[in-house]
């Protein structure tokens, strides 16, 4: 044993990710329903598999381009010009990243002054605070209330900016709650980062993830927005592929350097075979993600309706990704109460609101991203569970 050991002062603000600790308790349930986890329960397109073993036939197991191989970016480039009529040079202007989590902690790492000031959304995306932290800069909440859509206000916005404001991360659709902003409101926002002079870094993992008439605008498309905008995505989401770890980065070539240069430094290249499986996921037919979407569609209204029968709970019908984040406040616990009631008394894992920040208390997170079956039997036992305590 190291005398007199601590890990390093930096370390001291951050915290275990809540999710994975009610995980945790969940693998102590042998019949645990674990609804906490954000992955899709799909197989990637088998189209795309055979690609990654491929190209491992073909011996293509040696270090890739620290950027990532060529043709990934290629069609990455032709992808952002035809969603968004975006144009990104596939040389300079492409990252190839593990995963969306490595993007963002880069960004930060790459991007942020110690004392800059970064915007975050509350409830947000776990892994935002700990990388502002780690960057030395200043997580400052803009908060994502119910009353509002789970958007942000742009009065709130517009008061928390300072002059030591560098960097705004916006994420719609939204985890964990499922909140897709408008065009307007995306306008507004693209307005304020343009006149307060901020870099963006727009997390749109969850882009494709969208229902009803909602469209993902991509900030990055409005006026004065490209130069300053680094969009984060991935295939974890969209392909269903969590575990191959592939994401990216769209950026003009100014901000995505500093983001490539710490990435070269931190893992040298994403594993080739994955950014094989990859590239097929895009190139190929795209009614697997068509396909998946209807799906999560079905569990969508299932669990918004069910649980809106459910005294406690107040649900909001959210328009992307597959989370509901319904208000549990009726049931006179506290988020971390409440998701222990319901491990003990359910055998259903969730994720406590505060796990994503303050103005999370009071809500739960849902993933719907399991079977139909499974989150009907789920819900019988929260019904079972809240019914025995009234
Ligand atoms: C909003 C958001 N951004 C980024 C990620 C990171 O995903 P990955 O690193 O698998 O691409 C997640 C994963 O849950 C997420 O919810």
Not at 94 to 100: A, H, K, N, S, Y
Request: glycine share 8%; proline share 6%.
């Amino acid at each position: 044993m190291v005398s007199n050991f601590k890990p390093a002062e930096r370390l001291k603000r951050i915290k275990p990710s809540g999710i994975r600790r009610f995980f945790a308790l969940a693998q102590e349930i042998s019949d645990a329903i674990n609804l906490s986890v954000g992955e899709p329960d799909f197989t990637p397109p088998k189209h795309a598999l055979d690609a990654g073993w491929q190209a491992a036939k073909e011996g293509k197991t040696h270090y890739a381009p620290t950027n990532g191989i060529p043709e990934l970016r290629e069609v990455l480039a032709q992808k952002a010009y035809h969603d968004y009529g975006l144009n990104y040079d596939p040389n300079s202007e492409i990252l190839i990243t593990v995963g969306g989590t490595e993007a963002i902690f880069l960004a930060l790492a790459g991007l942020v002054n110690p004392g800059d000031e970064v915007l975050i959304p509350n409830p947000g995306f776990v892994c935002y605070e700990p990388g502002v932290l780690l960057a030395g800069g200043v997580p400052v909440s803009v908060p994502l209330l119910e009353a509002n859509g789970f958007k942000p206000s742009i009065d709130d916005v517009t008061s928390l900016i300072t002059d030591k404001s560098r960097v705004m991360i916006l994420n719609y659709p939204n985890n964990p709650t499922g909140a897709v902003l408008s065009y307007d409101e995306v306008a507004a926002l693209a307005k304020i980062a343009v006149e307060r002079d901020l870099i963006v870094i727009s997390d749109e993992v969850y882009e494709k993830i969208i229902y009803d008439d909602a469209k993902h605008c991509c900030v990055a498309t409005f006026p004065g927005m490209h130069e300053r905008t680094l969009v984060v995505n991935s295939f974890s989401k969209t392909y269903a592929m969590t575990g191959l770890r592939v994401g990216y980065v769209y950026g003009p070539k100014e901000l995505i350097s500093p983001v490539w240069l710490v990435h070269q430094y931190t893992v040298a290249c994403v594993n080739s075979l994955a950014q094989y499986v990859a590239l097929a996921a895009l190139k190929g037919p795209q009614d697997f993600v068509k396909d998946m979407v209807q799906e999560f569609d079905r569990r969508r209204r299932l669990v918004y309706k069910r649980l809106n029968e459910i005294e406690g709970f107040n649900c909001s019908l959210p328009k992307g990704a597959f989370y509901v984040f319904p208000n549990i406040k009726g049931s006179g616990m506290s988020s971390e109460e409440f998701v222990k009631f319901l491990v003990r008394e359910a055998h259903v894992t969730t994720v406590p609101g505060p796990a994503f920040g303050s103005y999370g208390e009071g809500y739960v997170r849902i993933s719907y991203a399991a079977a139909y079956e499974q989150l009907e039997e789920a819900l019988n036992r929260i019904e079972k569970a809240v019914k025995r305590l009234i």
